[in-house]
T-cell receptor, first 110, second 113 residues
Framework: RKEVEQDPGPFNVPEGATVAFNCTYSNSASQSFFWYRQDCRKEPKLLMSVYSSGNEDGRFTAQLNRASQYISLLIRDSKLSDSATYLCVVILTGGFKTIFGAGTRLFVKA | DVKVTQSSRYLVKRTGEKVFLECVQD?????MFWYRQDPGLGLRLIYFSYDVKMKEKGDIPEGYSVSREKKERFSLILESASTNQTSMYLCASSLRRGVETQYFGPGTRLLVL
């Protein structure tokens, strides 16, 4: 079983739609959580951190559920430019062991 | 703005060749990382370094070695390239332990024939 699991998709949604991705992790020693975005043939870039209390950045909302060991990303009012692969990232206690999910592909269509 | 650069965007090598991939960061980051990314597998950590001349094995170190002689530079070495090392190689850096945001270079696509 992978330590961090994501639905690979692809998710195909129309512009303006709301879409949500989930990510589950198996290691209870996980301490920090992030969503990264990776455009086609580009490097991953930090999208947002994920906090226990949940956090929002414009159209993006991230949630963490420690009891069920999953994190989520909600994108509202999808734009064509949101088309990318979204990587779930978990860092274990101690700060060095970083585990990346394989990513969820999103296509937003006009 | 943090900048992480990698020596090559694309490389084609033959089986058995020694391959050097270089990574440079310009923000005085303590930690540097080498990953490979393959379809369906995500990013997998090969090696990381938290200080000059220090290195730690990641999840898949076999067939690779690293060198960090200067703080800003972290090199990945394939001692004898094999076809199963064909992949996208990504270098990353982070400020220090406990500050986990990693900044990635543009990647090197390596093809081993």
């Amino acid at each position: 079983r992978k330590e961090v699991e994501q639905d690979p998709g692809p998710f195909n949604v129309p512009e303006g739609a709301t879409v949500a991705f989930n990510c589950t992790y198996s290691n209870s020693a996980s301490q920090s959580f992030f969503w990264y975005r990776q455009d086609c043939r580009k490097e991953p870039k930090l999208l947002m951190s994920v906090y226990s209390s949940g956090n929002e950045d414009g159209r993006f909302t991230a949630q963490l559920n420690r009891a069920s060991q999953y994190i989520s990303l909600l994108i509202r009012d999808s734009k064509l430019s949101d088309s990318a692969t979204y990587l779930c990232v978990v860092i274990l206690t101690g700060g060095f062991k970083t585990i990346f999910g394989a990513g969820t592909r999103l296509f937003v269509k006009a | 703005d943090v900048k992480v650069t990698q020596s090559s965007r694309y490389l084609v090598k033959r089986t058995g060749e020694k391959v050097f991939l270089e990574c440079v960061q310009d923000m005085d980051h303590e930690n540097m990382f080498w990953y490979r990314q393959d379809p369906g597998l995500g990013l997998r950590l090969i090696y990381f370094s938290y200080d000059v001349k220090m290195k730690e094995k990641g999840d898949i170190p076999e067939g690779y070695s690293v060198s960090r002689e200067k703080k800003e530079r972290f090199s990945l070495i394939l001692e004898s390239a094999s076809t199963n090392q064909t992949s996208m190689y990504l270098c990353a850096s982070s400020l220090r332990r406990g500050v986990e945001t990693q900044y990635f270079g543009p990647g090197t696509r390596l093809l081993v024939l």
